[in-house]
């Protein structure tokens, strides 16, 4: 696939209609993604037939450019139910199935071993929903995570270097962040 079509595909993506101020929600424009994403397959192989996470992925602009460039599997997460929503809107108007997956991606920081969360950690329910998309017992079963995570500018100081250490932590090859 040439850059200009993958572009053209994420261009179809719909942007937030009324994001979420205090989850700093904002979207990667198709031109950003596009490149990253195809940078990702072209130069490093790090997309196609590989797992590739999407933490914090909004309506799924990266989940939707894996899945077009020939991942072997895709799963976004997000603690937002309309984020989610507008994802899997999306996905059927573009006609991919990428998994998604409602959880607070700080929630995966240390997940070395889901038997080492305790209740006081997280909610275990939903770190549990989230580690089975993840992992396979104690190793990671995602090869690739692709983010654009909350930068920390309002009332959550340093999230986003907790998105970065689950990303390393759930990851067994690459972490792409668009990062401050």
């Known amino acids: 696939m040439k850059l200009e079509q993958l572009e053209s595909i994420l261009g179809d993506v719909s942007p937030f209609e009324k994001p979420n101020v205090r989850l700093e929600q904002y979207a990667t424009s ?8 195809y940078t990702m397959h072209t130069v490093y192989d790090d997309i196609e037939g590989k797992c590739v996470a999407d933490f914090g992925c909004g309506g799924g ?3 939707v450019g894996s899945e077009v460039l020939g991942s072997g ?3 976004g997460l997000d603690i937002d139910p309309p984020a989610l929503e507008l994802a899997q809107r ?3 108007e573009v006609e991919v ?6 959880c607070d991606v700080t929630t ?3 997940q070395p071993s889901a038997s080492r969360r305790t209740a006081a950690d997280v909610d275990s329910r939903v770190a549990g929903a989230a580690a089975k998309f993840l992992r396979r017992g104690q190793e990671p079963i995602i090869d690739t995570v692709i983010m654009n ?3 920390g ?9 907790l998105f970065l250490r689950a990303a390393i932590n759930n990851c067994s090859t690459v972490v792409y962040s668009l990062h401050k």
Do not use: W
């Open 73 to 75: 599997y895709v799963v």
């Open 61 to 63: 602009v990266f989940c």
């Open 30 to 37: 198709p031109h950003i993604a596009a490149r990253l994403l």
């Open 153 to 161: 500018t309002k009332s959550n100081s340093g999230i986003d270097m």
């Open 90 to 92: 999306i996905f059927a």
């Open 108 to 110: 995966l920081v240390d």
């Open 97 to 102: 199935e990428p998994d998604l997956v409602q």
């Open 149 to 151: 995570p909350p930068f």
